[in-house]
């Protein structure tokens, strides 16, 4: 498969495109020309996701016209098979961090359309007190800023969507370009053996970095980074 020029990066939740910065750079540097968009409802961008077959279809038709190298990290890794399964022929190559293949079990869509409601009634405040148990102490202050600037719709939105999506193993077992899936050591939320899952379904290679959690590339940016431009 042929170098791309171009890398589409798709952040997580609840986020924004700013978490890949250390990326964009690093990838520059190499050459790369480097598509970081914020998705509805975060990092100052108006409207909200309303679901993630629609959120894919209206991001593929402000793509340039070439094959592209495709980066989404956990919910951006939803939106990136999501991506996959509408048009495999644009992307020259895939990289999922992370995430999960797998659709939400009942009790965690329960959860996310919970939360979608208190965010509306209360806004993002109890979203930061569980970030700062879920991240080292480092990371949590690289994305505190973030998720403060994220609107109540759109965390709403994103929340909705994420429990509406659907499982895209099938997705995986189709693909015909190169897939690396990166994973932080100790992850809990989408753990090793969901990378493990992905990486066979979609015969890919799977690297577990040592000492990041769930956000990788902000927990271990050098070695996330090297392992992007290896790839």
Known sequence: MPRP????????YPLSASMWDEQARALGDAGLRVLKPDLPGFGGRDGQMTSLQDTARELL??????????????????LALEMLAQAPGRFSHAVLADTTCRADPPEKQADRLAQAE???REGPEFLLELARDEHAPATFERIKPMIGAASRPGI???LRAMAARQDQRQTLEALQVPLLVLVGSDDQITPPDRAQEIAQAGRGELRVLPGAAHLSNLDQPAAFNAALIQF
Request: charged share 10%; hydrophobic share 50%; net charge negative.
């Open 61 to 78: 038709q402000t793509l340039p016209d070439e094959p592209l190298a495709l980066v989404g990290l956990s919910m951006g890794g939803y």
């Open 5 to 12: 020029s171009t890398v589409l990066m798709l952040h997580a």
């Open 118 to 120: 208190r965010v509306l």
């Open 156 to 158: 709403a939105g994103a």
